[in-house]
């Protein structure tokens, strides 16, 4: 049952990406930005089963002219079995709340996650659905579910496989907020540094006049070693 759901959210976020455009013209306002996300982050296992991460992230808004947010997070994954892997993130977010670079007003968060993930493969594909509940919390308290599934070709003889994912997010005390879908790929600089370069269209769902972002990104990341 957990496959077919994920199966469906990835439909569900294609089928919406590719017809956006034909939506969007009977809509009498448009909203777009464009944003660039960028993060640098380290990675431990002090057990063969755990992995410990702590990451710094930025990330551009009004066409990658102002500061959106930056945070730091910290997560633990660790290997129930094979195939399934439980983790929990913690994140410390500022998050600007101004639309100028004259003025500076950031306001404070906190947000924690809880996820299920099932990964396998498949000839020359891996593949890995994911539940995460977050919970946010500034001014107010929010909850959000989120099923994401994403898939990797392994191309043989190359090193940038690609990789493309597809995610929605739901709020328990409200509806479908918004889906997000990607497209990526990653270098290895060597045997500890990994560079992940991608994009990502994430629109806004249950809105008058719901939003648009495209996004690029790069994501650095090191595995350390003691």
Known sequence: MSKKIHYLVLFFCFKIFF????????????????????????????????????????RFKKNSSLVDKYFTQF????????????GIGYRLVRTQETES???????????????????????????SFRTRYQNKKDNNTTETIRLKTKIQY???????????????????????????VTLSTGLEIDKASKLKIFVLFEKELNEQFPKSTYVAGLAFTHKLKF
């Open 154 to 180: 392994n191309i043989k003889k190359w090193k940038l496989d690609p990789e493309v994912a597809g995610e929605i997010f739901y709020r328990p005390s409200e509806t479908f907020k918004n889906y997000r």
């Open 19 to 58: 017809c956006d455009a034909t939506f969007s013209q009977k809509k009498t306002k448009i909203i777009n930005d464009f944003e660039s996300w960028s993060s640098i982050g380290l990675t431990y296992k002090p057990i063969k089963k755990m992995t410990l991460g702590l990451g710094q992230n930025i």
């Open 101 to 127: 670079n004259l003025v500076d007003l950031y306001e404070s968060s906190k947000r924690i996650n809880f996820d299920l993930t099932y990964k396998n493969s498949i000839k020359r594909f891996n593949y």
């Open 75 to 86: 997560n633990v994954g660790y290997k129930l079995v094979k195939k399934i892997e439980i």
